[in-house]
């Protein structure tokens, strides 16, 4: 299944949210809500066509400003998070 930008999506195992898996710049994993919202600071940047998930880049406020195509990091939304994040 992929979200109207291209992007492949899944469900989260704990709740029902379809979500993108991402990665960070650290090569860390990141699922990402599928819809953009105006709270969201996480910009994802296509790599789909190098055949590599999307690039997560967690933004601060201020380069958020007037931003649409931001998401949040489904550790935010997801009621379950706590069972799936690592420390």
């Avoid at 299944?1 to 090569?27: F, K, Q």
């Avoid at 406020?61 to 994040?85: I, K, M, N, Q, Y």
């Amino acid at each position: 299944m992929a979200d109207p930008t291209g992007y492949p999506t899944a469900a989260c195992e704990s709740c029902p949210a379809p979500i993108i898996w991402a990665v960070t710049r650290n090569g860390r994993r990141m699922p990402v809500d599928r819809d953009p919202v105006k709270t969201g600071n996480v910009a994802l940047t296509d790599r789909t066509h190098l055949g590599q998930p999307p690039l997560a880049e967690v933004l601060a406020a201020a380069r958020c400003f007037g931003r649409r195509d931001l998401r949040e990091s489904h550790f935010v939304t997801c009621p379950h998070s706590t069972v799936w994040r690592r420390r």
